[in-house]
C-alpha cells in the first residue's frame, strides 16, 4: 500500500543513436523534469525486424524488469521501461565509453597490446558485477538462479573515467523473469558461449565464468581462439577446441595466469571456478598481491590516451538561454513525436526499420 502517489510523465528527447546491434537500437537522449532539470540518458528499443515477435518483446519487458533491481557499480543501470504508441523502451545509465568490441579495435587500428594487468582488471571487474548478479535473490531472499548467458566483447563497455559495465540483460534467465527455453534453443554469441551453451544443455552460473575466461583470452591475445568462420564453427570449438597453453601463445602469460584461465575455461563442471566471488579472487590477488596494481583510474586515462581526441568530453552544459537557442536549431524529438511521425500504416514507427547493421 503507498504512503501516497506522484503521478509524473517522463519526456525523453533523443539526441543521437549511439548504437544499432542485432535485435536493438541504443539512443542517447535527454531526460526533462522540472524547471530545466535535465539528465542524459541511454534509451534502448528493439528492432522492428523483432518488434512483433511477441517472445522478444517479453525478453525487453523481463530484461528491464530484472536488471533494474541489479545495482552494482559493474553493471550498467536500468532506470525505467516505458512505453509509447506500442513501442518499449528502455532508459538506462549512459556509459560514455566504449563496448569491448571498440575498444579492441582501437588497440588494434593503433598497433597497441593491452596491457596485461589492465585485462585482468577488466575482467575482474566482470567477476565483480556477476558475483552480484548471481547472488541476487528475490524479495523473499530466494536465491534468481541469475544466469547473463551473453557475457562478451559487445556486452561489456569501458567509460572513459575507467569504470567497467556489463549490460545487456537481454538473455538472461531468472527464475520467474525472462521467457526460457534452454534445451532447445541457444541463447548468445557462439565464440563466447560456454560448452554446455553450446550443447544445448541447461547452464547455471558457472556457464558465465567460462564466458569471462574467454574474454580475458580475447583480451590477453588480441583474438578470439574459439571464433570459426561461422557461427556453427564457434559452436563447435567451444565444446572441441583443446584449451591451449597460453604461456606458448602469448609470453606475457605466467604458471599462474595460465592457471587461472585453464580453471575458467574447464569444460569439467568439477574442474571450473564454483562462482564469481572465485574467479574474483583470484584475478584480484594475481594483479595485487605484490603491491600497487591497476585501477579504474589507470584504465581510465590508458583508454582516453588511446582514443585521444576521438574520445568525447563530457558536453559542457550550456546556460539555460543558450540551451534555448540550440534547441530551436536541433531537431528534438520526444520518443513520442518520433513514433507519431515516423508510423507506417500499421502504427509501426519507419525508424525501427531504418536500420542496417544486422550482425
Ligand atoms: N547504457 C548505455 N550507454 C552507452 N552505450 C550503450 C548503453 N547500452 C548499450 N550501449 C551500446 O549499445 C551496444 C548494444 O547494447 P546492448 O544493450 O548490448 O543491445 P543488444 O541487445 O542489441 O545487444 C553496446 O555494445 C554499447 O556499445
Ligand atoms: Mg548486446
Redesign the pocket.
Same mark, same amino acid.
Given at each position: 500500500m503507498a504512503l501516497f502517489t506522484i503521478q509524473d510523465e517522463f519526456r525523453y528527447e533523443i539526441t543521437h543513436k *549511439?548504437?544499432?546491434?542485432? @535485435?536493438? *537500437? $541504443?539512443y /542517447?537522449a535527454e531526460q526533462h523534469g522540472a524547471r530545466e532539470f535535465v539528465k542524459r $540518458?541511454?534509451i #534502448?528499443v528493439i528492432?522492428q525486424d523483432y518488434a512483433n515477435q511477441k517472445q522478444f518483446i517479453e525478453n525487453f519487458i523481463g530484461e528491464a524488469k530484472l536488471a533494474v533491481d541489479l545495482i552494482h557499480t559493474n553493471i $550498467?543501470q536500468t532506470y525505467h521501461l516505458g512505453e509509447t504508441n506500442g513501442v518499449y523502451f528502455m532508459a538506462? /545509465?549512459? *556509459?560514455?565509453? $566504449?563496448?569491448l /568490441?571498440?575498444f579492441a579495435q582501437q588497440l588494434a587500428d593503433r598497433r597497441r597490446k593491452l596491457p596485461k594487468e589492465l585485462a585482468v582488471f577488466i575482467v575482474s571487474r566482470v567477476a565483480r558485477g556477476l558475483a552480484y548478479a548471481h547472488a541476487k535473490t528475490d524479495q523473499h531472499g530466494k536465491p534468481l538462479g541469475l544466469v547473463h548467458r !551473453?557475457v562478451s566483447f559487445?556486452? *561489456? @563497455?569501458i567509460a572513459f573515467e575507467g569504470d567497467v #559495465?556489463l549490460? !545487456?540483460f537481454?538473455i538472461a534467465k531468472a527464475r520467474g523473469f525472462l521467457v526460457d527455453n534452454e534445451g532447445e534453443m541457444v541463447a548468445g554469441k557462439a565464440d563466447y558461449m560456454s560448452p554446455e551453451q553450446a550443447n544445448f544443455q541447461i547452464t547455471d552460473q558457472r556457464s558465465d565464468l567460462f564466458s569471462a575466461g574467454v574474454v580475458l583470452a580475447h583480451l590477453l591475445l588480441g583474438r578470439n581462439i574459439f571464433k570459426g568462420a561461422t557461427a556453427e564453427e564457434s559452436r563447435q570449438q567451444m565444446m572441441t577446441l583443446p584449451i591451449p597453453d597460453f604461456r606458448a601463445l602469448d609470453p606475457r602469460v605466467d604458471d599462474r595466469l595460465n592457471e587461472i584461465l585453464h580453471r575458467a575455461l574447464a569444460r569439467d563442471l568439477d574442474l571450473r571456478y564454483p562462482s564469481g566471488e572465485e574467479l574474483l579472487y583470484d584475478l584480484e590477488h594475481y594483479i595485487y598481491h605484490s603491491g600497487y596494481g591497476p585501477t579504474n583510474e589507470t584504465l581510465g586515462k590508458f583508454i582516453r590516451e588511446l582514443f585521444g581526441p576521438a574520445c568525447p568530453q563530457p558536453p559542457a552544459r550550456p546556460s539555460p538561454a543558450a540551451r534555448s537557442i540550440s534547441k530551436a536549431s536541433r531537431t528534438l524529438l520526444t520518443v513520442s513525436d518520433w513514433v507519431r511521425a515516423h508510423s507506417g500504416k500499421a502504427g509501426i514507427p519507419r525508424w525501427l526499420i531504418a536500420s542496417s547493421t544486422l550482425d
Open positions: *549511439i548504437y544499432e546491434g542485432g @535485435m536493438g *537500437i $541504443v /542517447e $540518458v541511454a #534502448k528492432r $550498467v538506462m /545509465e549512459l *556509459i560514455r565509453g $566504449v563496448n /568490441e571498440q !551473453d559487445k556486452n *561489456i @563497455m #559495465k549490460m !545487456d537481454g
